[in-house]
Nanobody, 122 residues
Framework: QVQLGESGGGLVQAGGSLRLSCAAS????????MGWFRQAPGKEREFVAG?????????YYADSVKGRFTISGDNAKNTVYLQMNSLKPEDTAVYYC??????????????WGQGTQVIVSS
């Protein structure tokens, strides 16, 4: 089994920044991807950003966060980060760390963290 632990959520004003962190532990895979999804109140969970490693890192972003969010990670340490800049009120959501046996982007994942709340005030 895989456990994902997130941290870094909180309350921030519009235009501000937050950095989310996630570490995976437990079962390991030779090939996997990690990423972030989010779910706003009354909405479905959506893909935000993902990173895959194949000798080098490959990143993917939802159009809504391109240019504002940056995903990074350390394959050897099974960690992933999401740097969120220029935050908008519409970024308010619970953010979930995810691990996938297949590369992103995809609409779901195989393992999930417990989620961390991000609130952006206007």
């Amino acid at each position: 089994q895989v456990q994902l632990g997130e941290s870094g959520g909180g309350l921030v004003q519009a235009g501000g920044s937050l950095r989310l962190s996630c570490a995976a532990s437990g079962r390991t895979f030779s090939s996997y991807a990690m990423g972030w999804f989010r779910q706003a109140p009354g909405k479905e969970r959506e893909f935000v950003a993902g990173i895959s490693w194949n000798g080098y890192s490959i990143t993917y972003y939802a159009d809504s966060v391109k240019g504002r969010f940056t995903i990074s990670g350390d394959n050897a340490k099974n960690t992933v980060y999401l740097q969120m800049n220029s935050l908008k009120p519409e970024d308010t959501a619970v953010y979930y760390c995810a691990l996938s046996r297949r590369s992103f982007p995809r609409s779901s994942a195989d393992y999930w963290g417990q989620g961390t709340q991000v609130i952006v005030s206007s």
